[in-house]
């Protein structure tokens, strides 16, 4: 996509990026940091990532000319297929995304979870970082990818040359899928029901501490065991934890009515 300046009575063509496709998550990050500060500052700064067009030069365009490049940017966005991209090339080397999100393990949704409570927008490449790895076998469109060790910081510098789009859909796809453990495990996560002081602080506390007090409770306070639940299925731990909270839930009304 091209527009014309003009510029000290002559015209200037320059371009500006046709499709969101070619914009990458390092791209869409500063897009994304740019949006929280002026309007004004963030119009400069969005044209300058998204075009050729010197920040100097945006700096001296007239308003109207501003909104027009701003209104084609605008576009892009929406005209794109937002379908999950699972398999993605990235200097050559073959990632795909998590073949199959109910088996992931506690440990994956554990960090997945740190980041988005971090801040996502901030912490984009290291999201994809776990749900993007390098594929080990593949055979037809199914295919198997690397087992999650924990370590994505060189991995997430590569992931900042994915597409936004491919970034977007697979935020979509994972976002998905953790509103239905949140619904579905709603008892070991729901700790507001009471409505009081003591409710209050349960679920201060709960929020601080997060997926740590979730495997807490699974090594029964023995940090020893603590690489091994990580390698545990993420709905397995939550099933168990469902049953344990169920559990003594039941017992304190067997209990009350006792008394």
């Known amino acids: 996509m091209k527009v014309k300046i003009r510029k000290e009575g002559k015209v200037k063509e320059f371009k500006l990026i046709s499709k969101w496709e070619d914009v990458t998550v390092e791209k869409w990050m500063k897009l994304l940091e740019f949006h929280m500060d002026s309007k004004s500052f963030e119009a400069i700064e969005t044209i300058s990532e998204m075009s050729d067009i010197p920040k100097d030069l945006i700096k001296q365009l007239e308003l ?6 701003m209104s084609k940017l605008g576009k892009l966005q929406t005209k ?5 991209k699972r398999l993605l090339t990235i200097d050559g080397k073959e990632y795909g995304f998590h073949p199959d999100l109910d088996s992931i393990t506690l440990g994956e949704y554990a960090d997945l979870e740190q980041f988005i409570k971090l801040g ?3 912490h984009l490449p290291e999201v994809m970082a776990i749900l993007y790895r390098p594929i080990v076998e593949k055979q037809g469109e199914v295919y198997s990818i690397e087992a999650y060790d924990g370590e994505i910081k060189i991995r997430a510098e590569q992931m900042k ?4 789009i491919q970034v977007q859909s697979a935020l979509v796809f994972f976002l998905s899928f953790r509103e239905g453990i949140c619904r579905d495990f ?3 996560f729901d700790n507001s029901a009471e409505g009081n002081d003591d409710a209050i602080a349960t679920e201060s506390f709960a929020d601080k501490w ?3 007090g979730v495997m807490y409770r699974l090594t029964n306070a023995d940090i020893s065991k603590l690489e091994t639940i990580t390698k545990l299925g993420l709905l397995e731990c939550l099933t168990w934890l469902s049953y344990e909270t169920d559990l003594e839930s039941q017992n304190r009304v067997k ?3 006792k008394q």
């Open 80 to 84: 794109d297929d937002t379908q999950l």
């Open 120 to 122: 996502i927008n901030k």
């Open 255 to 257: 209990h009350g009515s």
């Open 64 to 69: 109207s000319d501003v909104a027009i490049i």
């Open 210 to 212: 997060s997926w740590f």
């Open 186 to 188: 709603a008892i070991i």
């Open 161 to 164: 040359k994915m597409s936004a």
